[in-house]
């Protein structure tokens, strides 16, 4: 099979598919893109499936991490090192 766009804004890989489709920097979000893709089969038979991409607001580091310190301890005239803060997944905040 193969796949061909009708929109230049959509690309598809002509031998798997697969859409790429690149938002302009200044695409408000609440903007659709969207086209159709033509799948031509190998015996020439064709199907025309829609897709469609909406722009959503962009996240910031800050909106996709929730970052905690553990609790530390220590007696009176020692050093309490706590460790770096993770998220609550365990996964590290980003560099």
Known sequence: STFESDN?????????????????????????????????????????????VTVVDPSTDADNNDPKYTDGSGEPGTEVKVPAPTNPDGTPVPD
């Open 8 to 52: 230049p804004a959509i690309v598809v890989d002509p031998n798997t598919g697969e859409v790429t489709v690149t938002i302009p920097e200044d695409a408000t979000p609440g903007t659709v893109i969207d086209g159709t893709i033509t799948i031509t089969y190998p015996d020439g038979s064709k199907d025309e499936v829609p897709v469609k």
